[in-house]
T-cell receptor
């Protein structure tokens, strides 16, 4: 089966600019996750979708981050405006349901200048 | 709050030697436990999982882990490592009450000839 697809793989922007990431989960997976992984740390959950509804966004900095999952398939994560501390790898994952193992994409490495 | 502790940030080992990567978790409710591996510039790949049943779990690439409820540990082992096992390893715990996956900070396994 095809894995979780993410694009772009790399992105470099200046602070205060905006950026968007795209994720296509494994077909049939109802649950989709966005994680932020700062260098040297484990992934931190930003937001979790069940189909097209938000289940958990308690750690999403909502003043600058937004995410949507229209039609319950693809998802986009946006940062506007970006700050230096947003430099990280943004990982998308999906699972059949909330209690099943998560499958990860290769991530988008974001560098803020 | 649930937490996952990986005490060793880096473990150097020679090729063909055995290795153990330590993981401890804290949770007052039942948990599912996972080990993921992350190669450079890639996402996380599931190595093995413990959901219930036998406490000794076998995964891919010759890895295994043992769930110890009394010590709240889930250590990862491999009897003989290869150069290709060099990577970052993450332990994660899924709290069945909060329905959230929490990652440890990771252990970098460095295998040298």
């Amino acid at each position: 089966e095809a894995g979780v697809a993410q694009s772009p793989r790399y992105k470099i922007i200046e602070k205060r600019q905006s950026v968007a990431f795209w994720c296509n989960p494994i077909s049939g997976h109802a649950t989709l996750y966005w994680y932020q992984q700062i260098l040297g740390q484990g992934p931190k959950l930003l937001i979790q979708f069940q189909n097209n509804g938000v289940v958990d966004d308690s750690q999403l900095p909502k003043d600058r981050f937004s995410a949507e999952r229209l039609k319950g398939v693809d998802s986009t994560l946006k940062i506007q405006p970006a700050k230096l501390e947003d430099s990280a790898v943004y990982l998308c994952a999906s699972s059949l349901d909330r209690e099943q193992p998560q499958h990860f994409g290769d991530g988008t490495r974001l560098s803020i200048l | 709050a649930q937490s996952v502790t990986q005490l060793d940030s880096q473990v150097p080992v020679f090729e063909e030697a055995p290795v153990e990567l330590r993981c401890n978790y804290s949770s007052s409710v039942s948990v599912y436990l996972f080990w993921y591996v992350q190669y450079p510039n890639q996402g996380l790949q599931l190595l093995l999982k413990y959901l219930s049943g036998s406490t000794l779990v076998k995964g891919i690439n010759g890895f295994e882990a043992e769930f110890n409820k009394s010590q709240t540990s889930f250590h990862l082992r491999k009897p003989s490592v290869h150069i290709s096992d060099t990577a970052e390893y993450f332990c994660a715990a899924f709290n069945t009450g909060f329905q959230k996956l929490v990652f440890g900070t990771g252990t970098r396994l460095l295998v040298s000839p």
